[in-house]
């Protein structure tokens, strides 16, 4: 069975301060991968996607970046922090065109 | 203006009611429609696909899509307090790495 695992569970961080956050994905073998951000009770924003090892693409400008190290891992980061950053960071696997499948998410407090 | 727009907003329904969600896209190059379903605190999970015109049935869910007027709802029959929950309605085009639009989405609360 495939598992998805995302670290920290929770962030408070000063503004101005680095971050990074962490995405694993175990039982499935080179998946389509998502970065999405969620303002609390709001809508879904797609920020990065990756089909490959080494390749990520950028949907939304976000003074965030992305990378793909492994085939399992998907990794979001910035080296300074705004208060627009809080939020909700959530992980996703998919295949194609089919269902989308999401990790437990990351909630982050800027202040 | 959004792509997937959802009505509405929020809505309350007493426990065994029916609950209608809807959901419209303003580009003709969506081909494929999902609802996923996220409780406080959790990930979304998809709830059902629909791709053709009609409806599809999953239990107490029901999903009809139409093409012509990219509109697609989604309801729930027998309403219970676990299904409340904020519900997407996602749209894909099936290009550029399977990209998800996903609308604004409804909060749905059933009361006891």
């Known amino acids: 069975a495939q598992t998805i695992h995302q670290w920290p569970v929770a962030e408070i961080k000063a503004v101005g301060s680095p971050l990074s956050l962490g995405c694993t994905i175990k039982?499935?073998?080179?998946?389509?991968l998502y970065w999405y951000w969620q303002a609390t009770g709001g809508t879904l924003q797609q920020l990065f996607y990756?089909?490959?090892?080494?390749?990520v693409e950028s949907v939304v400008q976000l003074n965030l970046s992305a990378s793909r190290p492994k085939d399992d891992q998907f990794i979001l980061s910035t080296e300074k922090l705004l208060l627009s950053h809080s939020g909700f960071y959530l992980c996703?696997?998919?295949?194609?065109?089919?269902?989308?499948?999401f990790g437990p998410g990351t909630r982050l407090t800027v202040l | 203006q959004q792509k997937v727009q959802q009505s509405p907003e929020s809505l309350s329904v007493p426990e065994g009611g029916m609950a209608s969600l809807n959901c419209t896209s303003s580009?003709?190059?969506?081909?494929y429609f999902w609802w996923y379903r996220q409780h406080s605190g959790e990930g979304p999970k998809a709830l059902m696909s629909i791709f053709s015109d009609g409806d599809k049935k999953e239990g107490r869910f029901t999903a009809h899509l139409n093409k012509a007027s990219l509109h697609v709802s989604l309801h729930i029959r027998d309403s219970q307090p676990s299904d409340s929950a904020l519900y997407f309605c996602a749209a894909m085009n099936n290009n550029a790495g399977a990209k998800l639009t996903f609308g604004g989405g409804t909060r749905l609360t059933v009361r006891p």
């Open positions: 996703a696997w998919g295949l194609g065109a089919g269902e989308q499948y």
């Open positions: 990756s089909i490959t090892v080494g390749q």
């Open positions: 580009d003709r190059n969506f081909q």
């Open positions: 039982g499935k073998s080179s998946p389509n």
